[in-house]
């Protein structure tokens, strides 16, 4: 796990609209956040990106719902989408007023 950890902080994508525009997009921070949630600091990655656990837990519910197809899974993900657009718009916003 370490080599991957290692890997990945080697090879960070940067963002493109803050190397052309100046200012960080929504997005900003996934890749770290991830990172620290593989070493095992979830409190540094939720600070990094809040949305990366649901959108996560998202993408497990949605594998489960395309395999298994569960009855009420399409508007389960609805909401779950919802949510998460929530939360990155929330903390996108916060982020760009501090």
Same mark, same amino acid.
């Given at each position: 796990m370490k080599s991957i950890i290692n890997w990945l902080e080697q090879h960070l994508q940067p963002c493109f609209y803050k190397e052309v525009l100046g200012f960080e997009c929504p997005g900003c921070g996934m890749q770290r956040s991830l990172i620290e949630l593989l070493k095992g600091n979830l409190i540094q990655s939720l600070k990094l990106y809040p949305a990366l656990l649901p959108i996560i837990i998202l993408f497990i519910f949605l594998i489960l719902h395309l395999s298994f197809n569960l009855k009420k899974g399409a508007a389960i993900l %609805?909401? &779950?989408f919802i949510g998460n657009i929530s939360?990155? &718009?929330i903390s996108y916003f916060i %982020?760009?007023?501090h």
């Open positions: %609805k909401y &779950m939360i990155i &718009m %982020k760009l007023t």
